[in-house]
């Protein structure tokens, strides 16, 4: 199963797709880690994370709709 998953991650169309997810999606990550401080985590409980994850997910939304808009 690796073997097969590093021959496909090997091909030009794989690359391309991850070079657009490090322009996309791992910039989110990043903010979430860097500057709003969910590295880490003191909530106990899926419910509890569950809704601090969707709170940053919401507010990260509202900002990028507010930079992009203006």
Do not use: P
């Not at 091909?11 to 996309?24: L, N, P, V, W």
């Not at 791992?26 to 590295?39: F, I, P, Q």
């Amino acid at each position: 199963a690796v073997a097969a998953w590093r021959v496909r991650m090997g091909t030009d169309d794989a690359k391309q797709i991850y070079k657009q997810r490090a322009a996309t999606a791992e910039t989110v990550n990043a903010d979430a880690k860097v500057h709003r401080g969910m590295a880490t985590t003191a909530l106990r409980g899926l419910d509890k994370v569950t809704g601090s994850a969707c709170r940053f997910a919401l507010t990260y939304n509202i900002l990028r709709f507010l930079t992009v808009s203006a």
